[in-house]
């Protein structure tokens, strides 16, 4: 498995592009990690879909952002591509 996340800083070019994450700690409350758990399950299910009739796929969860200043939402997502 691999997680990708997104930086709070741009880079010296004025881009925000994607990292490896090699560690996720979510804090969260019991529900919100349940809303995280059941869209992991679901994403699962439309992932094995996918890869059986090789489409792609793009499902996301916005949670709520807890950060009075966030530039961006909390988002989870899983993605998986195909060969064009």
Same mark, same amino acid.
């Given at each position: 498995? %691999?997680i990708?996340?997104w930086?709070?800083?741009?880079?010296?070019?004025? !881009?925000i592009? /994607?990292?490896?994450?090699? *560690?996720? *700690?979510?804090?969260?409350?019991?529900?919100? &990690? %349940?809303?995280? !758990?059941?869209?992991?399950? %679901?994403? !699962?299910t439309?992932?094995?879909?996918?890869?059986?009739?090789?489409l792609e796929?793009n499902?996301?969860?916005? &949670? !709520?952002n807890?950060? /009075?200043d966030? %530039?961006?939402?909390?988002w989870?997502? +899983? +993605?998986r591509?195909?060969?064009?």
């Amino acid at each position: 498995m %691999r997680i990708q996340g997104w930086p709070g800083e741009l880079d010296r070019d004025g !881009a925000i592009l /994607p990292v490896d994450i090699v *560690d996720v *700690d979510f804090y969260g409350t019991a529900d919100e &990690l %349940r809303l995280i !758990a059941n869209f992991l399950l %679901r994403a !699962a299910t439309e992932l094995d879909h996918a890869q059986a009739n090789n489409l792609e796929l793009n499902v996301g969860v916005d &949670l !709520a952002n807890s950060n /009075p200043d966030a %530039r961006v939402g909390i988002w989870v997502n +899983v +993605v998986r591509q195909v060969s064009k």
